[in-house]
Structure formats: structure tokens, C-alpha cells
């Protein structure tokens, strides 16, 4: 009997729990990879950062993200099993080659100054522990694309799963720092607007968080990802709970950040970037723990590095019709393995420019995000209300079509509301 | 009934890698997606938001 005979004889649903833990094990991966790689080294900084100015009140903005990111997460993992195909390769097929190469260069164009605040982050954090950024950012950059070179799917996966578990560090990070228990509480459950008001500054922040926590590269890259390891019709349910797995890891880690950040609050310190903050709360946590925050800025900012970059090359592969698998070896997919390379040489070359305006290039990251999220989510949500293709299984419910134009709507508003304060900087009073 | 018997009369697990290719919903003989007035107002509404965000970048791009 064939292997696929065998899945298909016994699906899923029909195993006992022993093997279903093994089958999800097996099909576990990119829901887990695609969100955690999400806490990217602008992830990092902006969570710190709300905790440094706000302290805790703003820990229910990232509670009502947990169901909203794993709505969306879950269409992208529900959509690359029932296609076989990535986000890219469906726009270009099912709207035409107009809005699939606007969606690719959307995605290329914000994903490499992603990258460069990737590298940004390494440069930043390197100075700080004392090594030379002009010798580590070339090195992550080498380091970067060997791992992805191996041509094996599982060996990438497996290494940037273990990237993945060293978040766990945020958990130890968050204990070290001594939260206060009942604030955290409290301002979980209890949606609350900080001391000082709405501010233009608490409106960028949330905004920010909002495109932190739901970015585009990530609706490419999952449904690449469940393309490329080949996850079938009868893995589902466990792709689902991968995802949401992820989810909860991914505002788990936020949380975590932000009382970080919280603690350089509570000592009245200023914060200027995250690797500032880590040397500014060594008294409290000790040298240690600031080279334990320096140390997972770089990890966040690889594992980024790697979630970003591959986007971009699926999504380029797909869109110009290269083979494009990391099963191939480097002369089988030569033109994939360039785009992965050429994204992360052009923005390791950039952090190393003398003098280049990489404060310009995080703010205009997050103002590129926030334009491009919403043109690329409802394309999600067509192509995932396209019954002729996935039929009554895999094609959105009603209740999803409720849950999902709310989010559309809101990341609508949020983009015209970042516009209007671009347009009237006095909309909203000053700090 | 012991657990050797238990896993013999239970497939084992296959990875996705290791299977075989299964057939999926999407076939090139598909072609676009039908125009339904759904997606074309949303497409509509798209256009118009990448025209307002076009504009804003001019606007900024001025004002500079």
C-alpha cells in the first residue's frame, strides 16, 4: 500500500490520541514558524516600547490581536492546503497578472526595508555587546542563507523551530523584571485608555502594534510554507491548532515584551530602542539579563530575517513560475535561492551604508505595512470566498465572513486614520 | 489487547514530504475568478484605496 493510501484510508479524525500527537507533530511547523517569527526585531521594539511609555495599559490591545491574528492565520494555512499553491500564485491565477505583480511588488518592497530593520536590529544590538556590526551583520547575513541552502524542508524547519524555543528566554525575562501581578491582570481584562489620554503618539503606537502583530509578509509566507511541506487535505485540523498554538505563543512573547518594557516605566527611565532599554535596566535584572535581551533582539531579528525573506522568494517564484521548494538544492531552484540571497545582501548592504537613514526606513516600514495589510487580506478574503475553486469544505463560512470583513474594517480605519494624521498632524493632541 | 497488536492495526504516520502528491483544488483550467458584483465592488473599493494612499504619498511629497 502506498503512503498516500494509507493517509487517505485513515484520516486524521479516525486516530486515537497517541497518533494524533504524532501526526500533529508531523504537520506542526508553519503556523508556529509563521507567528513567532512574526515577534521580529520591529516586533521587539515596539513592544518594549509601548510597555516603556505606557507601562501596562495597553496589554488588552494585544489580548483582542490573539483571536484576530489566528482568524486570519488560519484562512492563509486553510487556503495553501486546499490550492497547493501560495498567496502570490493564487492572486496571479484567480485576479490576473495586473494584481499579482502589484501584490508582489507590494510585498518586495515592504519586505526588504522589513529586512533592513532586521539587520538594523543586529547592528544595534551587536554595538551594545561590545562586538563590531561590521563584522556580525555580514555573518547573520551568510549565516541566513546557509540555512535555508541545506536542501531539505524538515532541516530548515527543525532549525528554525529551535530559533522559535528560544523565546521561551521572554517568559524568564518577564519573570526576572518582578511584574506587578494585579496590574497585569487588570489591564488585560480591562480595556483601559493610559494616564495622558489619546494622544498622537498612543495612536501610532496601537497602529503600530496592530501591523506588528498582523503583518503582510506573513499571510504570503504560511500558505507558501504549507505548499512547499505538501500538508494534505487530511491535515487540516492539525495546521489549525499549529496555528493557533501559535497565536497564543506569539502574544504570549508580546506580553512578555512589554513587561520588559514595563520595567524601564516603573524605574522612569526613557526609552530610546530596545537595546538601550536592555543596558538602562541592568541594575534590576542584572548584566545577564541585559545580554539576555540583547542576545533574543538578535534572535528575533534572524528569525524574522529568514520568515521574510523566504516570503519574498516564494511569492517571486511563484509569481515568474520558478521552481521554487526547499527541497531543492541551490543548482535545482537557482533563481529562488538568488531572490532569498539578493533580499537579505541588499539589506545587510544597507545597515552597513555610513550615515544611511535607517530611522526613516523603521517609521516608513510601519507606515508601508499598514498600506499594503489591508489590499492584501482582501484578497485573502476573496479568494477564500471563491466556491467555484474550494468548494462548500475549505471556502469561508458565513460566520468567518463576519468575523473577517470586521477585521478588514477595522485595519481599513486604522490605515485612514494613520493618513489623516499624516495629513493633519494636530489631529490628535501632542504627548 | 497490547499495544504492539494496537499499533499494528493503526496506519502509521506518514509526513506530508513523504507521501504522495495529492490532487488539489486548484487547476490552471480554472482561469480568473468570476467577476460577481461581490468582488467587483470590493476590487472597486481596493482601487480607491491605493488611489487615496497614492495621493497622501503626493500630498507628503509636496508638503516636503
Not at chain 1, 521594539?45 to 489580548?63: D, E, I, K, M, N
Not at chain 1, 494622544?199 to 507558501?224: D, E, K, M, R, Y
Not at chain 1, 513587561?259 to 516603573?266: E, F, N, S
Not at chain 1, 527611565?269 to 538602562?280: I, L, N, T
Amino acid at each position: 500500500m502506498t503512503p498516500t493510501a494509507l493517509s487517505r484510508q485513515f484520516p486524521a479524525s479516525r486516530l486515537g490520541w497517541r497518533h494524533r500527537i504524532l501526526h500533529f507533530m508531523v504537520v506542526a511547523g508553519p503556523g508556529l514558524i509563521v507567528m513567532v517569527a512574526d515577534n521580529d526585531a520591529g516586533a521587539v521594539s515596539t513592544y518594549t516600547q509601548a510597555g516603556a511609555l505606557y507601562g501596562t495599559s495597553l496589554l488588552w490591545v494585544l489580548l483582542l490581536l490573539l483571536p484576530v491574528t489566528y482568524f486570519v492565520q488560519e484562512m492563509v494555512a486553510r487556503l495553501g492546503i486546499a490550492t497547493g499553491q501560495g498567496h502570490a500564485a493564487m492572486i496571479y491565477q484567480r485576479f490576473g497578472k495586473w494584481w499579482g505583480r502589484f501584490a508582489l511588488f507590494d510585498l518586495l518592497l515592504v519586505n526588504v526595508f522589513t529586512l533592513v530593520t532586521e539587520f538594523a536590529a543586529i547592528a544595534m544590538a551587536a554595538g551594545r555587546l561590545g562586538l563590531d556590526p561590521n563584522l556580525i551583520v555580514p555573518l547573520s547575513a551568510v549565516g541566513l542563507i546557509a540555512l535555508v541552502g541545506t536542501g531539505s524542508y524538515r532541516r530548515w524547519e527543525r532549525m528554525t523551530l529551535a530559533l522559535c524555543g528560544l523565546n521561551l528566554c521572554w517568559l524568564f525575562l518577564a519573570w526576572r523584571v518582578g511584574p506587578d501581578t494585579h496590574a497585569v491582570l487588570r489591564d488585560t481584562l480591562i480595556p483601559s485608555v493610559p494616564p495622558g489620554g489619546v494622544t498622537g503618539s498612543l495612536v501610532f503606537l496601537v497602529i503600530a502594534i496592530v501591523g506588528t502583530t498582523i503583518a503582510p509578509w506573513q499571510l504570503f509566507f504560511q500558505s507558501s510554507c504549507v505548499a512547499d511541506k505538501r500538508l494534505r487535505f487530511a491535515d487540516l485540523k492539525a495546521a489549525r491548532l499549529d496555528t493557533l498554538i501559535g497565536a497564543v505563543a506569539v502574544v504570549g512573547f508580546a506580553v512578555c515584551m512589554l513587561l520588559v518594557g514595563d520595567a524601564l516605566h516603573r524605574q522612569g527611565g526613557s526609552f530610546e530602542d530596545p537595546a538601550q532599554m536592555a543596558v538602562a535596566l541592568r541594575p534590576l535584572i542584572g548584566g545577564t539579563g541585559s545580554t539576555l535581551i540583547l542576545l533574543m533582539m538578535c534572535n528575533a531579528a534572524l528569525l524574522g530575517a529568514t520568515a521574510v525573506s523566504l516570503s519574498s522568494a516564494w511569492a517571486w517564484g511563484e509569481v515568474m513560475g520558478w521552481r521554487n521548494t526547499l527541497q531543492a538544492k541551490i543548482s535545482d531552484a537557482p533563481k529562488f535561492y538568488a531572490a532569498y540571497a539578493l533580499c537579505v545582501a541588499i539589506a545587510a548592504g544597507v545597515v552597513l551604508i555610513p550615515g544611511a537613514p535607517l530611522q526613516t526606513i523603521i517609521v516608513g516600514v510601519q507606515v508601508l505595512a499598514g498600506v499594503m495589510l489591508p489590499s492584501a487580506i482582501i484578497f485573502l478574503q476573496l479568494l477564500l470566498n471563491d466556491r467555484e475553486m474550494l468548494g462548500p469544505r475549505f471556502a469561508n463560512r458565513p460566520w468567518n465572513n463576519w468575523v473577517n470583513w470586521t477585521v478588514i474594517g477595522l485595519l481599513f480605519a486604522l490605515s485612514l486614520v494613520l493618513a489623516a494624521q499624516v495629513i493633519l498632524p494636530d489631529l490628535f493632541p501632542a504627548a | 489487547m497490547s499495544d504492539a497488536t494496537l499499533d499494528l492495526r493503526l496506519p502509521r504516520i506518514v509526513h506530508p514530504l513523504d507521501d504522495l502528491p495529492e490532487e488539489k483544488l486548484y487547476h490552471s483550467g480554472l482561469g480568473r475568478m468570476t467577476l460577481t458584483p461581490a468582488v467587483r465592488l470590493s476590487l472597486f473599493a481596493l482601487r480607491g484605496y491605493l488611489g487615496l494612499m497614492i495621493l497622501l504619498v503626493a500630498w507628503r511629497v509636496i508638503g516636503l
